[in-house]
Nanobody, 116 residues
């Protein structure tokens, strides 16, 4: 069982920045593929960014150039640095972990609200 705890959400004005953090349990964090997803009201959950165990990252088109995903294996933590935030980035952001056994886990989510 992997437990994920997100933090760092909040209210920010358009153009501002936030950094989300997600701490994970488990002794093999370094082998997990980690991702950030978001879900806005009335919409489906969507991938924002993901990072593999060897550091390869991919981003949704909406996040490219503005968001950066990173990981610190020593701290079992993944981060999402979000810059130039827009009102359409408003959503609940969820941390996701996929183990080498292809089992997926989710955090409880953290609210990000961007005011115009």
């Amino acid at each position: 069982q992997v437990q994920l705890v997100e933090s760092g959400g909040g209210l920010v004005q358009a153009g501002g920045s936030l950094r989300l953090s997600c701490g994970a349990s488990g002794s093999i964090f370094r082998l997990y593929t980690m991702g950030w997803y978001r879900q806005a009201p009335g919409k489906q959950r969507e991938l924002v960014a993901a990072i593999t165990s060897i550091g390869g990252a991919n981003y949704a088109d909406s996040a490219k150039g503005r968001f950066t995903i990173s990981r610190d294996n020593a701290k079992s933590t993944v981060y999402l640095q979000m810059n130039s935030l827009k009102p359409e980035d408003t959503a609940v952001y969820y941390c996701n972990a996929v183990t080498p056994f292809q089992t997926a886990y989710w955090g409880q989510g953290t609210q990000v609200t961007v005011s115009s």
